[in-house]
């Protein structure tokens, strides 16, 4: 066989090293596009299944039983014993009112009480209850009879006049009518030591100045405001010594410890699977990474607007549909390591599932 030419070998070997190479597949590219969608579609379907189960509402605050303290009696402070902000417990003193004009309402009612006890022994030492005036009247009656009976006698013989005779019967009758007034008098005197069914034994004068003299010890002592719970003072800069207060308006507001909850308005939409009892998860805004366990203690009556001071007015021809909030109150199962401030901003998250997360 011939020898090759080499140079054919030589053109072969150039040709072969100048042939373009043979594109890849973009298999990566094309993974990579359909990737992400996938991707995007599992994460939004485990975040709408993560979302099963339970509601949540950042319209929520947390809320304190405030107790609105006032005197019962009116008058002047004299004497200030708290102030902004201070922590006071039940039966603490908070202020005085001037003590002087309720000392002398008790100084009249001991005035009263010796009073009504002298009119008492008067009333025991009356003369009609001796029984002389009614006495008299039985030895008047006796003589006007025994006389009547002479006149008698001597109108049946001729003896007296006809006027004499009646004039006779008359004393006989003006004394039995003394009798009966003697014996009323009696009656009257011993009414008015009388005690009733209502204090027995009492006479009813004394009685009287007794309770008014406790009505003004009771208003002595009301003098003294102390504090029906534990907690916060709050709006004490109406609390000043010298100011006049009016008896049954506030003048000082107590925030009550320990009765923390949070007041939640949720969507009526979300109130379809909500339930009493339910576990709830509380974040507060003023506390960055707190998380309180809670649950659900009562669903409100009415929404926000049916209890608004200016309800809505929806017979209208412009009427547009709102969805409605209603108020759900959370308590905790825990206590708060951080202090809870009526008012603080929440996000309330309940399980309708009934299970906590």
Do not use: C
């Not at 020898?3 to 070997?13: G, K, M, T, V, Y």
């Not at 006809?162 to 004394?175: F, G, P, S």
């Not at 007034?181 to 004394?206: C, F, M, N, T």
């Not at 649950?295 to 017979?315: D, K, Y």
């Amino acid at each position: 066989m011939a020898e090759a030419d080499p140079n054919l070998a030589d053109q072969a070997a150039t040709a072969a090293e100048h042939v373009p190479p043979r594109p890849k597949r973009a298999w990566g590219r094309l993974m990579l596009m359909l990737s992400l969608p996938l991707l995007l579609l599992i994460g939004g379907l485990v975040y709408w299944q993560s979302l099963q189960g339970q509601v949540s509402t950042d319209n929520a605050y947390v809320h304190l039983d405030k107790v609105s303290v006032s005197a019962l009696v009116g008058g002047q402070i004299a004497e200030v014993f708290v102030k902004e902000n201070q922590q006071v417990k039940a039966g603490d003193l908070l202020f005085r009112i001037d003590p002087e004009p309720f000392q002398l309402q008790i100084a009249q009612a001991d005035a009263a009480i010796a009073n009504a006890q002298a009119s008492e022994i008067a009333a025991a030492n009356a003369s009609a209850l001796s029984g002389a005036d009614i006495s008299a009247a039985d030895q008047n009656i006796a003589f006007a009879r025994s006389n009547l009976a002479r006149q008698e006698a001597l109108w049946k013989k001729g003896f007296t006049t006809k006027a004499a005779y009646e004039a006779a019967q008359h004393q006989v009758t003006v004394a039995e009518e003394q009798r009966k007034l003697a014996i009323a008098k009696r009656d009257e005197a011993a009414a008015k030591l009388a005690s009733g069914r209502q204090l027995p034994g009492v006479y009813p004068e004394v009685a009287s100045a007794l309770a008014q003299r406790r009505v003004a010890e009771l208003n002595l002592r009301r003098t003294a405001v102390r504090a029906p719970v534990s907690g916060q003072v709050s709006q004490a800069g109406r609390l000043q010594a010298g100011q006049q207060i009016v008896s049954g308006v506030p003048v000082v507001t107590l925030v009550a410890s320990g009765t923390a909850y949070v007041e939640a308005n949720f969507k009526e939409t979300d109130l379809a699977d909500m339930r009493v009892g339910q576990p709830a998860e509380i974040r507060l805004d003023a506390y960055p990474g707190l998380v309180l366990k809670g649950r659900v203690a009562s669903i409100g009556a009415g929404t926000g607007s049916e209890f608004s001071v200016l309800p809505a007015q929806n017979a209208t021809g412009n009427w547009v549909k709102v969805t409605q909030r209603v108020p759900v109150r959370i308590v905790l199962d825990e206590a708060s390591p951080r202090p809870l401030i009526s008012g603080l901003s929440v996000k309330v998250k309940v399980f309708t599932d009934g299970r906590k997360r």
